[in-house]
């Protein structure tokens, strides 16, 4: 089917589904090459967001989950080469962590590649606690540094300043 609103002063909904049972109130299903769903907003002017999830309930208000061996849950990139902000952020006004990446099957935790003349990973902290924490259980290591012929380790301010150098310099 199709449905189209063509009216710019609108503030009703083109399309909605609800349920009060157990199934979907929209599903969309592809089983050839085509996607399962898309949402778009084409207009460079507008502030809206494509797609919008919440719930008020005690599961999560988006879950992607990948179930074949060659792809992700989730895919996040930004296409234009002059858009600075970030591809991708979360913010809590709760207690709990703002992002938390787990590999209990052995997998890595997170990897950061940059081609900048900026810093690869930032921590700042405003309140008085530490910006970043290394914490190894069990036989693991703290942190490995590792530079091509620049300062392995550089502390700058608080109560001693220190360069710790590498074997080449």
Do not use: C
């Not at 490995?144 to 310099?169: C, D, F, M, R």
Request: no cysteine; proline share 2%; hydrophobic share 35%.
């Amino acid at each position: 089917g199709y449905f189209k609103l063509d009216n710019p002063s609108a503030t009703t909904t083109a399309l909605r589904g609800e349920t009060n049972g157990f199934g979907y109130a929209v599903q969309g299903v592809a089983y050839g090459k085509a996607i399962g769903g898309y949402f778009g907003v084409h207009n460079s002017s507008s502030g809206a967001d494509a797609l919008q999830a919440s719930t008020s309930g005690v599961a999560n208000a988006v879950h992607g989950i990948a179930s074949g061996i060659g792809g992700r849950a989730a895919f996040f990139e930004n296409t234009l080469y002059n858009n600075s902000n970030s591809v991708l952020a979360a913010r809590t006004m709760g207690k709990g962590w703002a992002g938390v990446f787990l590999a209990p099957q052995g997998g890595k935790g997170v990897y950061i590649s940059t081609n900048s003349s900026t810093t690869s990973l930032d921590a700042t902290n405003i309140g008085t606690g530490f910006a970043a924490k290394f914490f190894a259980n069990g036989p693991g290591k703290g942190v490995y540094i590792e530079t091509q012929g620049g300062a392995g380790l550089q502390v700058v301010g608080g109560s001693k300043n220190a360069v710790v150098h590498t074997p080449s310099g």
